[in-house]
């Protein structure tokens, strides 16, 4: 089973601050993908990234995938309130018909 | 905007009753999937289904739990027997790729279920 860890679990900051949060593998992914969760609510995809060392930017979002393909991560610059939110890293689950995800970093950013 | 819709919302049901999860995928989508998410815990995977049929499952979905796509748009999820640990959100989600090929989830908003 291939597993991803996130970092840190919580997070909590005031807006207008810069933040990066962690999805870490001992395996290789053919891609990572974020999904953003608000409460109540389904994942909503963000971003996928593919190639090793790619860099994507959404907004002030960052995303980045490690060049060994077994890390990736988000940095938000001038966090917002609206970015609040439970973000996960997802990747193929080692076998052919699923995505595995992580257990996500709950983000709160206070006005 | 292509959505996955799901319902009921929320469904309160007392253990051992049968439930069933509905949800409309989007339309030109091949894969399709529930999770769960137990309260404050991890999205995990349940079943994936292509074809019309289990392409693979988890653990979590043993012999009370069925799937099925009765009629070419609706894909159902099924548990026979109610336990009070199935309480959690059950999303529903649907993909036009394969996972293994950046096969990026739509997800629904998820049916509530509170066993008790």
């Known amino acids: 089973t291939q597993l991803l860890e996130q970092s840190p679990q919580f997070l909590s900051i005031q807006e207008g601050e810069n933040l990066t949060v962690y999805c870490n593998s001992s395996s290789v992914f053919s891609s990572l993908q974020w999904y953003r969760q608000e409460p109540g609510e389904g994942p909503v995809l963000l971003v996928t990234?593919?190639?090793?060392?790619e860099v994507k930017k959404l907004k002030r979002l960052t995303f980045q995938f490690g060049d060994a393909r077994k890390d990736s991560s988000l940095h938000i610059t001038a966090a917002q309130p609206g970015d609040t939110g439970l973000y996960l890293c997802a990747g193929p689950g080692g076998s052919n018909y699923k995505l595995t995800f992580g257990k996500g970093t709950l983000l709160t950013v206070n006005p | 905007e292509p959505e996955v819709t799901q319902t009921p919302s929320h469904q309160v049901t007392q253990m051992g009753q049968e439930v069933i999860l509905r949800c409309v995928p989007i339309s030109n989508h091949l894969y399709f999937y529930w999770y769960r998410q137990i309260l404050g815990q991890k999205v995990e995977f349940l079943v994936s289904?292509?074809?019309?049929?289990?392409?693979?499952k988890s653990e979590i979905f043993d012999d009370q739990f069925s799937v099925e796509r009765p009629d070419g748009s609706n894909f159902t999820l099924k548990i026979r027997s109610t336990k009070l640990e199935d309480s959690a959100m059950y999303f529903c989600a649907s993909s036009e790729n394969h996972p293994q090929n950046t096969g990026e989830l739509f997800f629904g908003e998820g049916s509530r279920l509170t066993v008790l």
């Open positions: 990234v593919v190639t090793g060392g």
């Open positions: 289904f292509y074809n019309n049929e289990i392409s693979e």
